[in-house]
């Protein structure tokens, strides 16, 4: 399915989010990665994810390379769409409670986060194929019960949370997001939801 303008956007403000306003997407080669992606079918949340963990990296690093491109990012789409599709294969023999023990206390601690934990869990491994009838309603089931994961885990955080919405809406006026479109929602949700997850260890696929 090609790529809505919507998506796009969202790719080229991600982009200069985590390049800190930095001019990019405007080469002949970036465009043609995006037409490669697209073609072979890659969800944009997934090529979003992989933006991510390639700028986690490149973070990490004493002397990280300048001149940065899409195509440097292929590797990390090829691998996200690897994890999507052994998630899918795993289905209910998947254990459910798997990554839980990684959770910072004391939200580790609370049974009822547990058990929202799981419950997604158990959804993702039971997904249907996306051809199948049930599978959008499956995954709305699946969207939901992550957001009762993140609700939970936001809470926990007391009054952090208010730290992290400020730097955070710091950083998308920084990248040039109109505050309220389309995808500044899709910026700050997408963020969001790394944010709460990094401050609890939570393993959250795709956030």
């Known amino acids: 399915?090609?790529?809505?303008r919507e998506e796009k956007d969202w790719l080229e403000r991600e982009w200069a989010f985590r390049a800190w306003g930095r001019a990019g997407l405007l080469s002949t080669d970036d465009y043609r990665q995006v037409l490669a992606w697209e073609?072979?079918?890659?969800?944009?949340?997934?090529?979003?994810?992989?933006?991510?963990?390639?700028?986690?990296?490149?973070?990490?690093?004493?002397?990280?390379?300048?001149?940065?491109?899409?195509?440097?990012?292929?590797?990390?789409v090829a691998k996200?769409?690897?994890?999507?599709?052994?998630a899918l294969r795993a289905g209910p023999e998947l254990e459910a409670g798997r990554g839980?023990?990684?959770?910072?206390?004391?939200?580790?601690?609370d049974p009822a986060a547990k058990a929202a934990f799981e419950a997604w869990q158990r959804?993702?491994?039971?997904?249907?194929?996306?051809e199948?009838?049930?599978?959008?309603a499956h995954h709305d089931q699946?969207?939901?019960?992550?957001?009762?994961?993140?609700?939970?885990?936001?809470?926990?955080?007391?009054?952090?949370a208010e730290t992290l919405r400020t730097d955070l809406h710091r950083r998308l006026e920084a990248s040039d997001m109109k505050e309220g479109s389309l995808v500044w929602k899709r910026a700050w949700n997408h963020h969001w939801a790394r944010l709460v997850a990094a401050a609890w260890n939570l393993p959250l696929e795709g956030a």
């Open 39 to 76: 073609a072979q079918g890659v969800p944009m949340d997934l090529v979003v994810a992989a933006l991510n963990a390639f700028f986690d990296r490149r973070e990490k690093r004493e002397k990280p390379r300048t001149f940065v491109a899409l195509k440097h990012l292929d590797r990390d």
């Open 100 to 109: 839980w023990s990684q959770v910072k206390a004391p939200f580790h601690d």
């Open 80 to 86: 996200a769409v690897k994890l999507r599709e052994s």
């Open 132 to 136: 199948s009838v049930g599978y959008l």
């Open 142 to 160: 699946e969207r939901e019960a992550r957001a009762v994961l993140l609700a939970q885990a936001e809470g926990a955080l007391g009054p952090a």
């Open 123 to 130: 959804l993702r491994a039971t997904a249907p194929s996306p």
């Open 1 to 4: 399915m090609p790529y809505t």
